[in-house]
């Protein structure tokens, strides 16, 4: 029995509102709610670049309503980068007119996503591109001269994150690229040649129709260039290579997604600032066999738990190599993947 219960329920209190205690907000505002909006009138768009803070959004793509409208993101969002390639959803004034400003809300689930790190020790990540499907690698036949290491991270990148590659390279007429393209031939990788006076402009733009294509190469390497007659009016930077240390400048400072449009359809084409480095700190390392599709092949034939470097025990690749079964080539193709493996055997991955 209640301390205040003595058997009789005509003596039993009663209670209203007044009997309850509600500390007050010392601010004197409306307290917050975790309750978020649906947004349900909200419109979807593709981010087609980001400046300070503000997001370009193309809405209504491919219909007679297609604008391009500037966004700011949302506070729930704060936590979240919204890139180059991402779709997403605003609300707001999506009208587009000058001055106006809408908002992002959410962002879609990504179907891809390329990123790097600044070295292969890193964990912290920088994302370079969403939803792209292919991956345009151009490198140069010389000045400056082309790198086997890189176009292999570029290429273990891709794979990562599930996008299809190609390789460009430009600047034929100052040296025949057939030793460089030797070590890729395995890899039967789409690869188009060009020349300054000569781009073979509708035949890359044919294979860009219907993708979402993102442009990587080595500061210098003439992907801006290339970008500019693909796109004409996007007045991407030149730069120039310097005559001393052979290296390209930076030109390109920003990521951002250009329309491709051809006789035969449309496409996006997505250029990104030029790199000297791929870091590949954030790869999942399985997956780093996946670049190089001859040797997987072979290492189907590896006992369970092969590392592939030297000296492993009973390795099939390392076998065929030296039987000469994989070619010329076959064991610069080893030596570049035994390298990448190397890396993060010294630097596992960080959790």
């Not at 309850?20 to 649906?38: I, L, S, Y």
Request: proline fraction near 5%; include cysteine; hydrophobic fraction near 40%.
């Amino acid at each position: 029995m209640s301390w205040w219960d003595n058997g009789d329920d005509d003596d039993e209190p009663e209670f209203d509102e007044s009997d309850v205690h509600v500390r007050p907000n010392r601010k004197g505002n409306r307290p917050r709610t975790k309750t978020r909006p649906d947004h349900d009138d909200a419109l979807t768009g593709r981010v087609l670049g980001v400046d300070r803070g503000r997001y370009a959004v193309m809405l209504d793509e491919n219909t007679p309503e297609e604008r391009q409208v500037t966004a700011a993101r949302a506070s729930e969002l704060r936590k979240h980068a919204v890139v180059t390639g991402d779709r997403v959803d605003i609300v707001g004034d999506t009208s587009g007119a000058e001055g106006s400003l809408s908002r992002i809300v959410r962002i879609r689930p990504r179907a891809t996503l390329l990123r790097r790190s600044a070295d292969d020790t890193d964990a912290v990540e920088r994302v370079i591109v969403a939803n792209a499907d292919q991956m345009l690698i151009v490198v140069s036949a010389a000045n400056p001269e082309p790198r086997i290491r890189l176009v292999d991270r570029y290429l273990v990148a891709a794979y990562d994150a599930g996008i299809a590659p190609i390789l460009c390279v430009t600047k034929t007429d100052l040296a025949d690229p057939a030793d460089f393209l030797a070590n890729f031939a395995a890899l039967q990788l789409p690869i188009f040649t060009s020349r300054d006076a000569d781009i073979p402009i509708d035949t890359i733009a044919d294979a860009l129709v219907g993708h979402d294509t993102v442009f990587v190469g080595h500061s210098g390497v003439g992907k801006s260039t290339l970008v500019n007659a693909l796109v004409p009016g996007s007045d991407r930077a030149v730069g120039v290579v310097n005559t001393v240390t052979g290296r390209g400048r930076h030109t390109s400072s920003s990521t951002v997604s250009l329309r491709l449009y051809t006789d035969a359809g449309r496409g996006w084409v997505i250029d990104t600032p030029g790199v000297r480095s791929f870091g590949l700190g954030h790869i999942d390392t399985d997956n780093i066999l996946k670049a190089f599709t001859d040797l997987a092949a072979v290492a189907e034939h590896c006992p369970r738990g092969c590392t592939h470097l030297q000296n492993s025990p009973d390795c099939a690749i390392i076998e065929a190599v030296e039987a000469g079964e994989l070619g010329e080539t076959g064991r610069v193709r080893l030596d570049s993947l035994q390298r990448l493996l190397e890396t993060f055997a010294v630097h596992p991955r960080r959790e």
